[in-house]
């Protein structure tokens, strides 16, 4: 069982993510959005991999894989997941935008 700063973490970096994955889709539909994307998508990913205390090699090939187009939504739904099974551990609701900031531990109990 993760702590519960931990688990708030990653389900505020989980919904950062999600909005990333938007972007990503926004960057395949309007021309030139990868400008602008890719330093987003870059930020939310090592937010994420911070909260999941991923390993520093696996955090820089997540890093590194958002600069290929279709492998960084690839990456991008598969570090969702992980966070996804990770909130659900810990017995928290997950929606299509991931958990709510309501039903994460609060920050006075951190």
Do not use: D, H
Not at 11 to 23: F, S, Y
Not at 46 to 74: D, E, G, N, R, W
């Amino acid at each position: 069982m993760r702590e519960p700063n931990v688990i708030r973490a990653i389900g505020l970096a989980q919904r950062l993510l999600l909005w990333a994955v938007l972007a990503s889709i926004l960057g395949w539909v309007i021309p030139f959005a990868f400008i602008i994307t890719i330093p987003f998508q870059l930020y939310c990913v090592y937010k994420l991999a911070k909260a999941l205390q991923l390993s520093t090699v696996a955090s820089v090939l997540y890093l590194i894989a958002m600069f290929i187009p279709l492998v960084s939504l690839i990456c991008l739904l598969i570090l969702n997941g992980r966070a996804t099974r990770a909130l659900k551990e810990a017995g928290i609701r997950v929606g299509l935008m991931g958990a709510k900031p309501s039903t994460l531990p609060s920050a006075e109990t951190v």
